[in-house]
């Protein structure tokens, strides 16, 4: 049984900065990719960022680019977001997710991704 969890979320203000990470358990096949979405309230699920397991270069929303790392430890399966200078259009429930069907690519796209954390709630206050 595959687990997602999420940690790291918390309440700050606009300039801030905050480390998520998703520890990840129970794979029977690695994943293709995994990656980082957020839910604000009313709004549709987006991608943030997405890292391959096998080697690559991140991929990140433009929305993102240059504020937010994704990384991950493998020996360790825990997934990392480092998001700097954080604006209060960041705040939304952030989860992470995982692919290991193949399908994840540049579009980030929810739909292409098969296994997923409960979320964290990430805050910016101006």
């Known amino acids: 049984q595959v687990q997602l969890v999420e940690s790291g979320g918390a309440s700050v203000q606009a300039g801030g900065s905050l480390r998520l990470s998703c520890a990840s358990s129970?794979?029977?096949?690695?994943?293709?990719?995994m990656g980082w979405f957020r839910q604000a309230p009313g709004k549709e699920r987006e991608g943030v960022a997405l890292i391959y397991i096998g080697g690559g270069s991140p991929y990140y929303a433009d929305s993102v680019k240059g504020r937010f790392t994704i990384s991950v430890d493998i020996a360790e399966n825990t997934l990392y977001l480092q998001m700097n200078s954080l604006k209060p259009e960041d705040t939304a429930v952030y989860y992470c997710a995982a692919d290991t069907t193949g399908l994840c690519d540049y579009g980030l796209s929810p739909h292409d991704y098969n296994y997923w954390g409960q979320g964290t709630q990430v805050t910016v206050s101006s």
């Open positions: 129970g794979y029977s096949y690695k994943p293709y990719c």
